[in-house]
């Protein structure tokens, strides 16, 4: 994987890619809040030189920092086109996991044309009818929770919350140094997250799935509602749901060869529907 960087009035953002898969769906992998591109290892690992790839350390996280937290779920999309744009990936499939999945649904409201295949791991739907009012306002006022909340219980809840395998919380505590001694910048990066998210829900807009999707949870996802909404997102939409036995909230890392088989089964899919 290649790094490169875009720079955005914000700030820059670092993300790695690998064109030297076949010609075909690009597979565009976008971690989740607080994680960064090392949470796809184990895609990258069984995908590389089979498809084009994409990662990206999402902005304000990991390598894209310093950035000004003041940008929207729809910014946030917007740069992922413009970066995939560049890079000629034409025909992007969006794999996100957590706040990643919001991000691919942002990116399928703006660009819905473009968007060739959704997998949502352990994500949940971005329209307004699925969350309570009282959800809503706590998302704006998580910041305080993690700036006051001891750094080493916090630290050992973000890795043990999220994952049940050792691989999986070993990589999530890795993830989580990244802020240690900075408890003030995670804290910021958090909250914003969760504002941003609260916001382009109460925007109320379709968010609708145009292409290929599939929902992949883990049965023992704690994070949140995720459980609930993915079963309520099945409902709604019929879009298949796939559970991973014994997968927390990064069942990509907790079960990657499981999640493999499913992404490449949809990959495989949607090759059928162009060919």
């Known amino acids: 994987m290649e790094e490169k ?38 895609q990258i690992e069984f995908f590389e030189g089979k498809y084009p790839l994409f990662v990206w350390d999402a902005p304000g996280h990991a390598t894209s920092w310093p950035f000004a937290l003041d940008f929207t779920l729809m910014d946030k999309a917007r740069w992922l086109d413009e970066i995939l744009t560049a890079e000629g990936f034409a025909a992007p499939v969006l794999v996100g996991q957590s706040m990643g999945g919001y991000v691919a649904q942002a990116y399928a409201q703006l660009f819905p044309e473009k968007l060739k295949g959704f997998v949502s791991i352990d994500s949940a739907p971005l329209q307004r009818q699925y969350v309570t009012a009282m959800e809503l306002w706590l998302l704006k006022r998580m910041e305080p929770v993690y700036r006051y909340w001891p750094w080493k219980s916090l630290l050992k809840l973000g890795t043990n919350g999220v994952a049940t395998s050792e691989y999986g919380r070993a990589l999530m505590r890795e993830m989580m140094m990244v802020y240690d001694g900075d408890q003030a910048r995670y804290a910021k990066l958090s909250g914003h997250g969760f504002r941003m998210l609260a916001q382009a829900m109460e925007a109320d807009l379709p968010y609708a799935i145009p292409c290929p999707a599939l929902l992949i949870c883990g049965e023992k996802d704690h994070a949140g509602s995720c459980v609930r909404y993915n079963k309520a997102w099945h409902k709604h939409t019929s879009i298949p749901l796939e559970w991973i036995e014994s997968a927390g909230h990064n069942s990509n890392t907790d079960e990657p060869d499981k999640v493999n088989t499913l992404i490449k089964m949809l990959l495989q899919q949607i090759e059928e529907r162009v060919a």
């Open 5 to 42: 960087t875009y720079q955005t009035a914000k700030g820059v953002i670092h993300y790695w890619v690998d064109k030297k898969g076949a010609p075909g769906p690009a597979l565009v992998l976008l971690p989740g809040l607080t994680a960064d591109h090392r949470l796809f290892d184990k």
